[in-house]
């Protein structure tokens, strides 16, 4: 069931489109990241779901109801910042009040779904803070708090997590989906961290000049990212210019690195050159240091240049003959070493340009 | 008569003045000399012009002229309408070698009082122009030694008032019932007719203790029916439907058909119609008015010893009022005297009744408003703000550097404050209160009356700010939230009423109720509603523009969090937008409150007689009834009530003060909700503070019967009443405009960052900076006199400016102290993280944050200084401070259609320059660098 539909929404800023033509869909309890380069249109495409924009044309409708004409405190919606707008003025747990007062909860009911939600985001008993008191990793928990206080029907996280340093953003990021997803809350996750979106959301949109440019659950848009922006933009390094030939055998400039297998989409369309990503892990150390003959089992013959050691992975860089690959790898490699590496020719695919 | 005879008879006058001198200074060094009025002469006539030649010669050397050593200098004060011819001074001082230093003393009333009060440390070594009524006064607080003219020997011994020769008589002129010759075929020809109701109904005097011709009418009453039939003779008058106005402004100008009125007869002076002659647009062959010719006897008996009196002269001219005298000739061109003109502003003004003899029986109004009287106040209310709190800033250690900087941030604020608010007032306290006990005091305090006008003025005070905060907020808002076409010339325009003189408003005000109440049959209480909406029209600047600067600067996405949450707009602007307001609203609350508070030119003008606050009491005991301690006991309890309100208002505003994190760029009108809602709030402010200025400039325009720029032309031409031509008097306004606002704002720096770091100093800097907002400008006026006497500052002319950036700086804070606390520390930290040393951050962080607080605080305070009269009126000395609010409070005290025209048009231009500077500041600050 679409929770959240967005119908070719245009938004212009005077003379710049910021939206165009932008549809979106995001299923009851799902959580939809959106990411994009800054300018892309993410935030104005809340903007305008708020209310907070005047649609240029198109329609929002939420849970099946047209939003035109509905104000904005009345869409029934969630929204957090990335730098938090709590409201200096007010304590704690009158910030994260603020919306249960709008909507005539009574002052009991209040403070026990108060002391409920400041607990689900692990802050027992900050009621009486003072917002300034509060790190950042809190601001940002009560902020939560706050907008999930209503039970919107949407919540919209602007860059939540923006500000926050690495660490703390990983440790949230994953409480923050298991809360959104143990909610069952719908949400809509703006960033431009594409690990953030892809570690947050069960589906991400990219976006790009105010238009989606691809839609999937994370590991399919990894592994198909469809177009060379896109594959850029979540961090492909080995984007190449391959030549396929009628058989499916591939040339990487002049060097053989495989065979494609029948039915591949890649052979869709027949032989040519055409733009291929292949996702690091597509590379793997090959036992032999020659080149194999057989053309299915091709090996690239290249020489590690920088290796870099996170997180029990070693991302390698090494030159090749055609030029530069990128590999990720638990055998420890050392600069300067040449050896070969095998191609998952499988994992392969076509980029449009 | 023309212009030659009447400068022959100034020269006269002073010849007189300067026999004197010698006495003075052979006798001993520390006095001021006295002298008055009277002479013979009189009458306006022409023919008496020549009366005093001969005292010419004899004056100059008279008996001791050794006394006087070539090359000394010979301060004289005297009362604001002395003139003298170009070229005068420098004969006297080609012949003897003597420098003649003119020291203004303010109206008559005034130039008394603070004779009284710096008595022991003189103004001047000569006082010139003390009058019959005033006289005893001085003769009782021992002002002057005894010094015997040679020249006496041409006056009258009726008309040598002290037998002791404390005084010399120089002149005598009338205060005469004026009357227009057009409507009345069958003029009166004593008092007695003038009690007929067709005649009382249209016979505008004014009130004896406010007014010197009205203080003359009720003597010559007093003397015609004695002290039993007199009062009788008044209620006479008041059933007969007589109106009876504060000044002798709102009389002439007001009420009097020469001023646009319907009344036919007025009190005046005998010198008047020649002055309708002078200072006609069009030239006239006889005068369009004419003096009812009785022959009153001059009260003077009433006065004590003064009596010698009048005689009945035969131009003329009726009731003289006897001495009078003052200076020069009296006559017509000035005007006679010192006459008419007093008044002065807010705090001011002066006139004088002085006195003794008793009370002056207070006739009772028969009418309640006011008109015009000059008076203004005007221009100088202005005061000024405050703000709060600290919170947080800390940043820069301990270092030797930032404690000395923070010591010398400290320092400067604090001894200006001391130096020109606290210690000129502890003195003149001091004074006025050297031999009043505890007990005296509690009775002043518990008078009925007191406690009434200390009511009013409170609640008339919160009134005029409240509907100032509710008229200026939606077009703060618009300003600060939208981007529109004409937003700058908006802005610019709003600031206009700011400076205006508060007489020339008043009076416009006035007209337009006029207006309202004959088209619409308002029936409302008529002088109440005529004040506040001068408040409101004056003060709306200050929420518009502080209110409007800070606004702009407010979160907007916190408003959008809170529709998100499901507040609604009203909701919404209520919890949040209006939240973060709140420090800057309540500041710009008291600065408005203490403004109305203090107000002074426009109650005098539109309160009619029976509205008085504090600050007009303080002025009528100070200056009228010279009691200077119930005059201090009444400042006193104004600073109380101002300390409470500033010390509970910081605490507020410390209190609520918010951190503001995001901008707000201003959006486009683009829905047609938007377009109605600011096409009317700009309509709104177009009528509220357009309607007067649209009065103010018709008036300019008018020449006679037509329109012309006539009035516009004159201002390059030097008139004979004003030390300077008023375009040299506009020059000088703007130097110590540009000089009060450098000065404001650089103190006002220092005191921010001082009151923003908080701790006692911080708290007690930003409540003192407001008392001279909340002060009477009287009290403080004369608390220069009497305080500034060390290195002899108080005659310095760059006082002046001083005293303007006293009056700017509340303006500095309340814009800039919030702008400070509003600023995100985090920022801060995080460029002293990057090696930012605390001034650094100053610079780099602060500055670009806060200086659009700081422009708009600056403007304020030059202003503030372009429109003040009040302190100016105390402090301007001669050419080189002579202002131009003080060009068009003097324009206006005198007769002449011609000398009101070029007042309005002097107050047009004051505000064409304001609104200009203004526009110039927002131009150049254009919207792209909106900061914040």
Redesign the interface.
């Known amino acids: 069931m679409t929770a959240l539909e967005v119908d070719r929404v245009t938004v212009r800023y ?1 003379a710049t489109l910021a939206l165009d033509r932008f549809s979106l869909h995001v299923g009851s309890g799902e959580i939809m990241a959106v990411v994009g380069p800054s300018g892309s249109g993410k935030s104005t495409l809340l ?1 305008a779901v ?3 924009e ?1 649609l240029a044309a198109g329609r929002v409708l939420l849970a099946g109801r047209d939003l035109a004409g509905v ?11 990335q ?1 938090h ?1 709590l ?3 007010l304590d704690v747990a009158d910030n994260i009040a ?2 249960l007062r ?2 005539g909860v009574a002052p009991q009911i209040r403070r026990a779904r108060v002391a409920d939600l400041l607990d689900l985001v692990g802050l027992e008993g900050f009621e009486e803070r003072s917002t ?1 008191q509060l790190s950042g990793g809190e601001a940002q928990r009560v902020a939560l708090a ?2 999930l ?2 039970e ?1 029907g949407l919540l ?1 996280l602007d860059e939540p997590l923006g500000s926050l340093d690495r660490a703390l953003r990983d440790q949230l990021t994953g409480e923050l989906r298991r809360l959104l997803t143990n909610l069952g809350q719908t949400a809509i996750h703006v960033t431009h961290d594409q690990a953030e979106a892809f570690a947050v959301a069960d589906r991400v949109t990219v976006v790009d000049d105010g238009r989606p440019v691809a839609v999937g659950r994370p590991a399919e848009l990894w592994a198909d990212p469809g177009s060379r922006f896109v594959a850029e933009f979540l961090g492909h390094r080995n984007i190449w210019s391959v030549a396929v030939d009628g058989d499916g055998s591939l040339r990487w400039a002049d060097q053989p690195i495989g065979r494609l297998p029948a039915g591949h989409p890649a052979l869709a369309g027949g032989a040519g050159r055409r733009l291929m990503v292949l996702p690091a892990t597509g590379l793997e150390p090959a036992s032999g240091v020659e080149p194999a003959s057989e053309p299915e089992r091709c090996s690239l013959p290249v020489e590690v240049t920088e290796v870099v050691f996170r997180q029990g992975i070693h991302e390698v860089t090494a030159r090749a003959g055609p030029g530069t690959v990128h590999v990720s790898t638990t055998d420890r490699l050392e600069v300067g070493q040449r050896l070969s590496l095998a191609v998952d020719v499988e994992s392969l695919r076509s980029l449009s340009d | 008569m023309n212009r030659e005879s009447l400068h022959r008879r100034t020269l006269v006058a002073l010849t007189l003045v300067l026999a004197l001198v010698a006495g003075a200074c052979s006798g001993d060094d520390e006095t001021v000399e006295g002298t008055d009025v009277e002479e013979t002469g009189t009458t306006t006539g022409p023919s008496d012009t020549d009366t005093d030649t001969d005292t010419d010669g004899d004056g100059t050397d008279g008996t001791e002229p050794e006394a006087i050593v070539p090359g000394t200098t010979v301060r004289l004060i005297t009362h604001d309408s002395f003139s003298v011819s170009d070229g005068l001074f420098d004969n006297l001082t080609l012949e003897t070698g003597i420098e003649v230093e003119v020291v203004n003393g303010g109206d008559a009333g005034e130039l008394v009082a603070r004779a009284i009060l710096t008595a022991g440390e003189p103004e001047a070594d000569v006082l010139f122009g003390i009058d019959n009524t005033f006289l005893q006064r001085g003769l009782d607080a021992g002002l002057f030694e005894p010094y015997e003219s040679p020249g006496l020997d041409s006056v009258p011994d009726e008309l040598e008032l002290d037998p002791e020769h404390r005084v010399t008589p120089i002149d005598l002129g009338d205060v005469c019932v004026n009357y227009w010759r057009d409507e009345l075929d069958d003029p009166p020809t004593d008092l007695d007719d003038l009690t007929d109701p067709a005649l009382a109904s249209r016979f505008v005097t004014q009130d004896p203790e406010t007014s010197s011709p009205g203080f003359a009418f009720l003597l010559a009453t007093i003397a015609t029916y004695g002290e039993d039939g007199w009062e009788d003779y008044w209620r006479q008058l008041r059933d007969g439907g007589v109106t009876v106005t504060a000044g002798w402004n709102d009389a002439y100008y007001g009420e009097f058909i020469a001023g646009g009125g319907d009344k036919a007869l007025v009190t005046s002076y005998g010198s008047s119609p020649v002055a309708e002659v002078l200072f006609a647009t069009e030239a006239v062959d006889t005068p369009p008015t004419g003096v009812i010719a009785d022959r009153l006897h001059p009260p003077d008996r009433v006065r004590r010893r003064a009596q010698r009196d009048q005689r009945p002269r035969g131009g003329g001219e009726g009731d003289r009022l006897h001495a009078v005298g003052d200076l020069p000739g009296g006559h017509p061109a000035e005007h006679v005297r010192g006459s008419g003109q007093r008044e002065r502003g807010p705090a001011g003004p002066l006139r004088g009744a002085r006195g003794h003899s008793g009370e002056p029986p207070h006739p009772q109004p028969c009418r309640d408003r006011g008109q015009p009287q000059r008076l203004d106040g005007a221009v100088g209310r202005d005061r000024a703000a405050l703000t709060p709190a600290p919170v947080r800033a800390r940043l820069g250690g301990g270092s030797w550097s930032s404690v000395a900087v923070r010591t010398a941030q400290a320092i400067v604020p604090t001894l200006f404050l001391v130096v020109l608010v606290a210690w000129p007032l502890v003195a003149v306290m001091e004074r006025s209160l050297a031999d009043v006990g505890p007990g005296d005091i509690g009775q002043v305090l518990t008078r009925g009356s007191v406690r009434s006008v200390l009511f009013f003025t409170l609640w008339q005070a919160g009134l005029s700010a409240g509907l100032t905060l509710a008229a200026g907020l939606p077009i703060a808002h618009v300003v600060a939230r939208y981007r529109f076409r004409g937003k700058t010339a908006l802005r610019a325009f709003v600031i206009v009423p700011f400076v205006l003189p508060t007489v020339v408003v008043a009076a416009a005000i006035d007209a337009v109720f006029d207006e309202l109440s004959s088209q619409l049959g308002l029936t409302v209480d008529r002088t109440l509603w005529a004040v506040l909406s001068a408040h409101v029209f004056f003060n709306v600047a200050v929420v518009v523009r502080v209110v409007g600067g800070y606004w702009s600067s407010v979160d907007r996405r916190q408003v959008e969090v809170a529709a998100t949450l499901g507040a609604s707009p009203v909701r919404a602007w209520l919890t949040v937008t209006l939240r973060q307001l709140l420090p800057v609203l309540a500041g710009s609350y008291l600065l408005v409150f203490l403004f109305s508070f203090t107000s002074f030119g426009v109650i005098r003008v539109l309160g009619g007689l029976r509205r008085a606050t504090v600050e007009t009491e303080i002025y009528r005991y100070a200056i009228a009834r010279q009691e200077f301690d119930v005059a201090a006991v009444l400042a006193a309890l104004q600073i109380v009530v101002v300390s409470v309100l500033a010390v509970s208002s910081a605490r507020f505003q410390r209190r609520h003060a918010t951190v503001q994190r995001g901008s707000a760029r201003p959006v486009p009108i683009d829905t047609a909700a938007r377009r109605v809602h600011v096409a009317s709030v700009i309509g709104l402010a177009v009528v509220l503070l357009g309607t007067p200025v649209v009065v103010l400039v018709e008036q300019s325009l008018r020449v006679g019967s037509g329109y012309g720029f006539a009035h516009y032309r004159a201002l390059v031409d030097r008139v004979s009443l004003l030390p300077i031509s008023a375009g040299e008097a506009l020059a000088n306004s703007i130097l110590f405009a540009v000089l009060a606002a450098v000065v404001a704002t650089g103190v006002g720096v220092c005191a921010a960052l001082v009151i923003e770091r908080g701790g006692p100093l911080g708290r007690w800097l930003e409540a003192i900076s407001l008392l001279p907002l909340g002060v009477s400008a009287v009290t403080l006026g004369f608390g220069y006199l009497v305080g500034l006497t060390i290195f002899d500052l108080r005659r310095s002319i760059w006082l002046i400016p001083a005293a303007h950036a006293v009056i700017g700086l509340p303006f500095v804070l309340a814009s800039l102290v919030p702008a400070l606390r509003s600023i995100d520390p985090r920022v801060r930290e995080a460029a002293a993280i990057l090696g930012a040393s605390p001034a650094v951050v100053r610079r780099t962080v602060d500055w670009p944050l806060v200086r659009r607080a700081v422009a708009i605080g600056a403007g304020f305070a030059a202003a503030v200084s372009l429109g003040e009269f009040g302190a100016t009126s105390f402090l301007a000395r001669g050419e080189d401070s002579f202002t131009a609010p003080l060009a068009v409070f003097r324009l206006l005290s005198n007769p002449g259609e011609q000398l009101r025209g070029q007042a309005m048009a002097l107050s047009v231009v004051i505000g064409i320059l304001v609104a200009g500077l203004a526009a110039a500041i927002e131009v150049r600050r254009g919207e792209g660098v909106t900061l914040l």
């Open positions: 005077g903007r708020a209310g907070l005047p104000a904005t405190h009345r869409r029934g919606l969630g929204l957090m910042f730098d707008g409201f200096a003025h603020y919306g709008t909507a300034e706050r907008a206080a209503p919107p919209m």
